[in-house]
T-cell receptor
Framework: KAGVTQTPRYLIKTRGQQVTLSCSPI?????VSWYQQTPGQGLQFLFE???????NKGNFPGRFSGRQFSNSRSEMNVSTLELGDSALYLCASSLRGGSGYEQYFGPGTRLTVT | DQQVKQNSPSLSVQEGRISILNCDYTNSMFDYFLWYKKYPAEGPTFLIS?????DKNEDGRFTVFLNKSAKHLSLHIVPSQPGDSAVYFCAANSGNTPLVFGKGTRLSVIA
């Protein structure tokens, strides 16, 4: 099976712009989660989608949003970019999400905001 | 409030010896625990998991131990190899809640 893919892999944006990141989960997986990783902060949970519905949301401002399509592919959007949004954004897919189901990560999108 | 803690930011071990990575948690509702390995500029790779109904799970060189009364889990790697050098994250969840990750431990295996 193909793994989780994320596009683009690298992105440079200017403060104030918006950005859309894409994630294609492993075939058959219905849960997609997004995380932000910054140096020293570990993986911070953004949100999880299951069957096109947002099931969980982390403690991030409303500038961060996401959606999931009927084929389980997911996108996340960050509007009005700030310098502090520079990070590695990771997507993970799971058969059903939640306890008992492993999450498998994509390679990430490295976002740099200047 | 950090629900999952990895108190050792780094660990150095000689090749061939045992690596022991530790993780503590505070939420007694957690019932599923996982370990991930991460190389720079890559996504985390799933290593091994354990359900709260077990106290040990083994997969090749990797063994995870769970001590529910102490709210502690550990990952043992035997024997350690240079390719094991990476950052290791433990994570936990329950029900449909999202995974909560520790901040990671950087393992260096010295040849």
């Amino acid at each position: 099976k193909a793994g989780v893919t994320q596009t683009p892999r690298y992105l440079i944006k200017t403060r104030g712009q918006q950005v859309t990141l894409s994630c294609s989960p492993i075939s058959g997986h219905r849960s997609v989660s997004w995380y932000q990783q910054t140096p020293g902060q570990g993986l911070q949970f953004l949100f999880e989608y299951f069957s096109e519905t947002q099931r969980n949301k982390g403690n991030f401002p409303g500038r961060f949003s996401g959606r999931q399509f009927s084929n389980s592919r997911s996108e996340m959007n960050v509007s009005t970019l700030e310098l502090g949004d520079s990070a590695l954004y990771l997507c993970a897919s799971s058969l059903r999400g939640g306890s008992g189901y492993e999450q498998y990560f994509g390679p990430g999108t490295r976002l740099t905001v200047t | 409030d950090q629900q999952v803690k990895q108190n050792s930011p780094s660990l150095s071990v000689q090749e061939g010896r045992i690596s022991i990575l530790n993780c503590d948690y505070t939420n007694s509702m957690f019932d599923y625990f996982l370990w991930y390995k991460k190389y720079p500029a890559e996504g985390p790779t799933f290593l091994i998991s354990i359900s709260s109904i077990k106290d040990k799970n083994e997969d090749g060189r990797f063994t995870v131990f769970l001590n529910k009364s102490a709210k502690h889990l550990s990952l043992h790697i035997v024997p350690s190899q240079p390719g094991d050098s990476a950052v290791y994250f433990c994570a936990a969840n329950s029900g449909n809640t999202p995974l909560v990750f520790g901040k990671g431990t950087r393992l260096s295996v010295i040849a």
